[in-house]
């Protein structure tokens, strides 16, 4: 399995955006984003999604120069058309104006409907929380891949929830999970690498649990299960319902699948804790209560939301990142294929 810095990887891949006709600035934003999230450990949404975007590309399913369009300006109320864009591009610019109108007015709701991948959603709780905000994030992904509760055909996406808290000289909790027990991508990761997936995480087309990842790659498909039965299954149907119905973005039901595409929308809700009754208390009450929680261990190796990340990013830092063998075979291929 190579290992390559992240200084490399931030140039491979804006040079395969840009040889295809991608803006340098905007290759150099998707870069950053995808090795961001490889640093933070998590490869499925990191640099092996470079491939799927650039098929996106070539198939029509991503608009590689589309920016935010805004469809509505109503006080805290902000919406967008992502337009097929690069989520990278498109989200960063939504939770730009979205940030800058939660600090004017204290609360801002963010709409984005359509955007192609939006990537580890956590990035956008972090843009919200380096301003100070508290941000929740409800994200759809249009494909069926997902039983509902006590369901037989697949009819949610992973459909992420998320949520970032700043936290007063420290950096901000993040909470980023799909509502299913793995993310989808997980499962591609773990079929490059040959390995199997964890007992409980999806089931074959007869509906029987299995361990094997190509149930989520090779037709028939089977599904992946929701985390915590009808809780997970519960707040997958939410962030269908306020991510993408409420958002006017494409939910699961009207998913075609023609083209190689991903397509995320996102309901965002920013808050400023400076704005509100007890925010003198929250700002100090917030590191004690973390600190409390982790003395429920006296080794000092409790987690929190976003510890692993930064343990992960601090080792990748100094170690480089693991690329599996078939991902890079799949990005070392994009020199060959004419843009």
Known sequence: MPVFSHHYLRDYLRAQLVNVAVDASVAQIVADNLVESSLKGHDSHGVSMLPRYIAAIREGGLSPHANAEKTLDFGPLISFDGRQGFGQV??????????????????????????????????????????????????????????????????FGTNPFCVGVPVEGDEPVILDFATSVIAGN???????????????????????????????????????????????????????????ALTGGRTERTAKGEKKQIINSMLSILIDPQRLGGAETYRQEIPALLAWVRQSRDDGELLLPGDPEKQKYRQRLEEGIYVDDTSWKQLADLNTQVA
């Open 90 to 155: 498109v989200a960063q610019q939504a939770l730009a104006e979205g940030i800058a109108r939660a600090l004017d007015q204290g609360v801002a709701v963010v709409s984005l409907a359509d955007a192609h991948h939006l990537g580890r959603i956590g990035a956008w709780a972090e843009q919200a929380a380096s301003a100070g905000l508290v941000s929740l994030h409800f994200a759809n992904v249009h494909s069926t891949v997902v039983l509902p509760w006590q369901g037989e055909l697949p009819r």
């Open 186 to 244: 997980k499962a591609r990761i773990a079929w490059n690498e040959g390995k199997q997936l964890p007992p409980g995480c999806i089931v074959d087309n007869q509906g029987k649990p299995t361990v094997d990842p190509r149930w989520l790659m090779e037709q028939p498909l089977g599904a992946l299960l929701p985390f915590g039965q009808h809780k997970g299954a519960g707040l997958s149907l939410i962030c269908s319902l306020l991510g993408a």
